[in-house]
């Protein structure tokens, strides 16, 4: 037993050194927020009240909007990050409930069917006919879609895809580099901005892209989830019935309360902090956090107590979500969604 | 299936419809324009009318330095910061399944780093790693060598961007590893505490093993999302010193939003595109070989 007592000692070690290497980053903010000018140009200063006499003027300055507006972007991140992750858990948990209890088959032949007629059809359009892009877009996509739902129905040779791979399917939009959809999306609202619909740096936008961006992940998440709701309750309201969307909505999400809320706090986190959409695509009025804070560094050069406010500010509501999360990891919630 | 049954089954289109169309619309059919506007030569500023040059493009970039030296920053700053996550990520989940004292405590801070805005951790960083007026050059002059001009020279600012990677993910694969011990069934371990088979052979002969598919996993994510990095660097030092540190999305975000040449940057990040799924397969690849080596 000596050899194991060494090893704790060993993962004891490990863990208060990595605890240090995790906190002192924060703590370093979190002083410096504090800190008068001269405590952070005359070198390194580690301690309050010893090192440095802490003032809360930092944080007056920012919030009566010296250094800059911070309440303009607190408030659209706040807005655009609350009303994407509802909307990306609330469909991608509908999403998911489909995939968990009912049996999805989508022949190969009338996917790749959709991805000729979408692509070849938008180039077709684009190069002869002068119609403006989006509406090339939307017709290519009802036709595309059309033809492929028609063609599904029909007795088509080639494989069949099940629920994995639709699952697969949304789980994969991940895997794309982001920058690659982020400037097509920029051209493309720039031109139903012409058009007459403006999305570019407007809540609508940014919502609808962030609502995007989460999806792959509630689907996923919730899957697993709603995979460990029991069976027997639906079963039972379906005898009496009860219509599939009352037992979603009456049965299923109270019962998957604990995941939804997992899965939102992910999502929240996600949107939250998401940088390079909100780079390209918002330019002043619905400007969020993240572009805010970039901006401190070249804006603000040396003034690190106003850089360490506008940090807190972001980090603060995800100490919140982490600490959710945590308890949720303690009780062994988390374990299920690995699978 | 009855017709009553096939029928009550229609509901589920309406469950999933809303959600596919939103990422066909929102995610997918973006990338058909773009498509599209890589065979162009289409500017904004100035305005030039859009022009087919077939893969002229794609010739232009596959021929640019800076493009490879981007692909080369991006990989050596992603496998670097990848192994140190899975490493210590790995090490830290072991420890706390097996209930290091103050348990309690780690979970949170672990969390934490990885739910904070890179952006934001970037200008901790930049303070962090100051040459003269930060707590890390303090500490190297205490070792004797201080004034390192962390995020100004090459390898050091490679370095603080892994550096970085690594604080911010490795909570990341310490929550899944951790997840993934505590799902391993207990007879295995009692068995091999029966037979009086030490704890570094039960790790590398039945922990280890079983993990294998997880962990595997968990490293494509991580080397997934790590070829995305751009906030960090966009903050702490712009792609420099020259491009030194620029990797493939801060590149295809110069070249779009600095030049407006939109036909080049949608080539490039379909370029970027194919580097990820090469990188991917060749790992899954590799991988697979490793798996089947423990089968």
Redesign the interface.
């Given at each position: 037993m000596t050899?194991?007592r060494g090893?704790?000692r060993a993962?004891?070690i490990?863990?208060l050194f990595?605890?240090f290497?995790?906190?002192?980053?924060?703590y370093?903010?979190v002083i410096?927020a504090f800190k008068p000018p001269l405590a952070?140009?005359g070198?390194?200063t580690?301690l309050p009240f010893i090192d440095f006499q802490p003032t809360l003027q930092a944080f007056r300055d920012a919030f009566a909007g010296l250094r800059g507006d911070f309440w303009g972007p607190i408030v659209s991140s706040t807005l655009i990050a609350l009303v994407a992750t509802a909307l990306s858990v609330f469909?991608?948990t509908?999403?998911a409930?489909?995939?968990v209890?009912?049996t999805?088959r989508i022949r190969l032949l009338a996917g790749i069917v959709f991805a000729v007629i979408?692509?070849g059809g938008?180039?077709l359009l684009?190069?002869y006919t002068a119609l403006r892009?989006p509406y090339a877009?939307a017709i290519?996509?009802v036709v595309a879609l059309a033809v492929s739902v028609w063609l599904n129905g029909r007795r088509l040779p080639g494989p069949v895809l099940g629920n994995d791979d639709?699952t697969f399917w949304?789980v994969s939009?991940?895997?794309?580099?982001?920058?690659?959809?982020a400037?097509?999306?920029y051209?493309?609202f720039a031109e139903i901005g012409k058009a007459g619909l403006p999305l570019l740096d407007t809540f609508g936008g940014m919502v609808?892209?962030y609502?995007?961006?989460g999806?792959?992940f509630a689907?996923w998440l919730m899957r697993d989830f709603l995979s460990t709701v029991p069976l027997e309750v639906e079963e039972a309201a379906l005898v009496d019935d009860i219509?599939?969307?009352r037992i979603?909505f009456q049965i299923v999400l109270p019962m998957a309360t604990p995941g939804l809320i997992a899965t939102s706090m992910i999502v929240l986190?996600f949107v939250?902090?998401e940088?390079?959409f909100a780079?390209?695509l918002t330019t002043g009025d619905w400007q969020t956090?993240?572009i805010l804070?970039?901006g401190?560094?070249s804006s603000r050069g040396?003034e690190?107590w106003a850089?360490?406010v506008?940090?807190l500010i972001?980090?603060a509501p995800?100490?919140v979500?982490?600490?959710v999360?945590?308890r949720m990891?303690?009780s062994?919630l988390?374990?299920g969604?690995?699978? | 299936m009855t017709g009553r049954a096939a029928q009550?089954?229609r509901?589920?289109?309406?469950?999933?419809w809303?959600?596919?169309l939103?990422?066909?619309?929102?995610?997918?059919?973006?990338?058909?324009?773009?498509?599209?506007?890589s065979f162009q030569t289409i500017r904004i500023v100035p305005p030039t009318p859009p022009r087919?040059v077939g893969f002229d493009n794609y010739a232009e970039i596959a021929t640019s330095a800076r493009f490879w030296g981007s692909i080369w920053t991006t990989a050596t700053i992603t496998f670097i910061s990848v192994f140190f996550q899975y490493v210590?990520g790995f090490?830290?989940a072991?420890?706390?399944h097996?209930n290091?004292?103050?348990a309690?405590?780690?979970?949170?801070?672990?969390?934490?780093?990885m739910?904070?805005?890179?952006?934001?951790?970037?200008?901790?960083?930049?303070?962090?790693f100051h040459p003269?007026?930060?707590?890390v050059?303090?500490a190297m002059v205490a070792m004797g060598f201080g004034n390192v001009p962390f995020l100004t020279q090459t390898w050091p600012a490679i370095m603080v961007l892994s550096v970085i990677d690594i604080?911010q993910w490795?909570?990341f694969v310490t929550?899944?590893m951790?997840?993934?011990l505590?799902?391993l069934p207990q007879e295995v371990f009692e068995a091999a505490q029966v037979d009086d088979i030490?704890?570094w052979r039960r790790f590398w002969g039945i922990t280890f093993p079983m993990l294998l598919p997880?962990s595997v996993?968990v490293v494509f994510i991580r080397l997934?999302e790590g070829?995305?990095i751009?906030?960090t660097v966009?903050?702490l030092t712009g792609g420099g010193p020259g491009t030194a540190t620029e990797t493939?999305?801060l590149f295809?975000?110069n070249e779009?939003?600095k030049k407006f040449n939109?036909g080049l940057?949608?080539a490039l990040?379909?370029m970027?595109?194919i580097v990820?799924?090469l990188f991917?397969t060749l790992y899954l690849v590799a991988a697979r070989r490793v798996t089947r080596r423990y089968e």
């Open positions: 050899e194991n090893l704790r993962g004891l490990l863990c990595w605890l290497v995790a906190a002192f980053p924060l370093w903010v410096t952070v140009s070198g390194a580690y469909l991608g509908m999403a409930y489909a995939l209890r009912f999805f979408s692509v938008f180039v684009d190069v892009v877009l290519v996509l639709v949304f939009q991940r895997i794309f580099p982001p920058i690659v959809s400037f097509a999306i051209l493309l609808l892209v609502t995007a961006f999806l792959p689907v219509g599939r969307l979603f986190a939250w902090n940088f390079l780079l390209l956090l993240p804070l970039a401190q560094n040396d690190w850089i360490s506008a940090a972001s980090i995800m100490v979500v982490a600490t999360l945590g990891m303690r062994g988390l374990s969604s690995i699978k | 009550r089954d509901v589920k289109h309406l469950f999933i809303p959600a596919f939103v990422v066909l619309a929102i995610s997918l059919f973006p990338l058909i324009y773009a498509l599209t506007v087919f210590l090490m830290l072991l420890a706390l097996h290091v004292p103050g309690a405590l780690y979970r949170v801070t672990f969390l934490l780093p739910f904070l805005a890179p952006v934001g951790v970037a200008l901790i960083a930049r303070m962090v003269y007026l930060g707590p050059n303090d604080w490795t909570p929550l899944l951790l997840a993934g505590q799902g030490g704890p997880l996993a997934i070829f995305k751009i906030d966009f903050v493939l999305t295809a975000y779009g939003f939109l940057t949608s990040s379909f970027f595109l990820v799924i991917g």
